[in-house]
């Protein structure tokens, strides 16, 4: 059986630190120089970098899985955080899965509205997204409007996961086989519609199970936050944090 245990991380900001708002300096925004500081550090250990089509694949038994394999997720698509990864990505040969919106495709960042101190970010276009398939970038559902699974209905949840496979589908004119679950939320309902969905992975950020991969629509991510030092990254990316986070969140 392949590894059930791999690092997916999970990334939303990555800015300039003089743009990092005071209050979430700690938290979903991470400073350019400690990203690429993590990337140098993923290329130098031998970190192959995957998507979720070669995981497929590999869980399929069609390939086989490289001895450190690593998923590096960003939730969103901000259109200044793609600008400032893709040089580091191209230098250490990195590849990356971006999860969108796909109502707000080219807009905004409308859901976090509520929350009245998260700046306005821009969303990439289509004509970015196609542009960046070329740079090692794979795009995933991350639902239609950005709402709280656990806060709506069986026929929304459909249509959110439903509409916006198809549109992605549409646009990359190939098969979508994973959903992010927005804010990683997720129940027993979510799971059994993204199945039915056609999607082959859904990924939350926690999960009740003992490995990573042990459930494929409850993938478990590890949060890069903002405050992570470099040894605070090689510990979360390793294969005991990976047991011992799984060991002590299924009990």
């Not at 086989?64 to 394999?69: A, I, N």
């Not at 059994?192 to 042990?214: D, H, M, Q």
């Amino acid at each position: 059986m392949a590894n059930l245990n791999i690092p997916i991380l999970m990334y939303h900001h990555i800015l300039d630190k003089s743009k990092i708002p005071k209050e979430y300096q700690n938290d979903l925004y991470v400073d350019i120089f400690n990203f690429e500081k993590q990337m140098e550090y993923i290329n130098k250990s031998n970190f192959t970098t995957l998507n979720f089509d070669e995981l497929e694949l590999i869980l399929d038994g069609k390939v086989d899985f490289p001895k450190k394999p690593i998923i590096i997720t960003f939730d969103d698509g901000y259109e200044e955080t793609l600008n400032n990864v893709l040089c580091i990505l191209r230098k250490y040969k990195i590849k990356i899965v971006v999860s969108l919106v796909t109502d707000f495709i080219g807009k905004s960042n409308k859901w976090d509205f509520e929350n009245k101190q998260i700046p306005v970010y821009r969303i990439i276009n289509e004509e970015q997204i196609l542009k960046l398939v070329n740079e090692g970038v794979s795009f995933v559902s991350h639902s239609t409007t950005h709402p709280h699974f656990n806060k709506i209905g069986y026929n929304e949840l459909k249509n959110e996961l439903e509409n916006s496979k198809g549109y992605l589908e549409d646009l990359l004119k190939k098969r979508i086989n994973a959903v992010i679950y927005p804010y990683g939320e997720y129940n027993e309902d979510v799971k059994k519609i993204a199945k039915l969905a056609g999607y082959k992975f859904g990924c939350a950020v926690n999960s009740r199970k003992r490995y990573v991969l042990e459930d494929l629509y409850e993938i478990r991510r590890v949060y890069v936050k903002g405050s992570d030092s470099l040894f605070d990254f090689k510990r979360k990316i390793s294969g005991w944090y990976l047991w011992y986070r799984g060991l002590k969140e299924s009990r």
